[in-house]
């Protein structure tokens, strides 16, 4: 089963002051910390946007990715999404959603949801930690045609809620609840 890894990256990083993709924690940049993390995946599609794209695409020039742009980012994570969707491989199942200010998930982690969903866990498999709900999120295939028909601007939590129950997998991660947006937070990342 064809598992594509998404990367919402198409923000314009207005409170990080900078893009945040390109932000370095762990040694590494946010978008290869996040690629290394989605490895698993059978393929890997990036989604980035104005005013960032080509800073991001740079730093990423000679990988093996697909990339979507998402024009109007604004309008939602939904519509970033659904970018992705729309140049994922055919052959794709599940898509596992993982956000840029997320980069210290670990790739256990994505094999555990990854594995979960094969288990028949449910058709929306997101980590939890002591908790708290967190990134990145596995979605059933099954459910890419009523996401790619949903309102761009709809809220994408609230659109995935209506078309099924979400499995919550419990994780010794603490990167799923990572929420990088500003420098202050990303000095606090140690």
């Known amino acids: ?3 594509v890894g998404i990367v919402l990256a ?13 932000a370095r924690v762990g040694g590494r940049s946010f978008i290869e910390a ?9 393929a890997r599609v990036i989604v980035v946007g104005p005013p960032h794209a080509s800073a991001i695409r740079s ?3 000679g990988s093996a990715l697909l990339w979507a742009e998402n024009l109007e980012p604004e309008r939602g994570m939904l519509s970033s999404l659904q970018a992705g969707l729309s140049v994922a491989p055919r052959a794709a199942r599940a ?15 994505v094999s555990a949801l990854i594995g979960a969903w094969r288990s028949g866990s449910g058709m929306v498999v997101r980590p939890r930690f002591r908790g708290g709900g967190g990134h990145p999120v596995l ?20 659109v995935l809620a209506r078309l099924a129950p979400r499995c919550e997998l419990d994780v010794d991660d603490p990167g799923v ?13 140690g």
């Open 59 to 61: 730093a990423l020039a």
């Open 95 to 109: 898509a596992l959603v993982s956000l840029i200010d997320h980069p210290r998930v670990s790739p256990a982690t």
């Open 139 to 158: 979605i059933d295939g099954a459910l890419f045609g009523p996401l790619l028909a949903a309102p761009p601007e709809a809220h994408l939590g609230e």
């Open 1 to 3: 089963m064809s598992v």
């Open 177 to 189: 609840l990572d929420d990088f947006d500003t420098p202050v937070a990303l000095a606090h990342a």
């Open 34 to 42: 996040t690629l290394a993390a989605l490895s698993s995946a059978d």
């Open 10 to 22: 198409a923000g314009a990083s207005r409170r990080m002051g900078f893009p945040k993709a390109l």
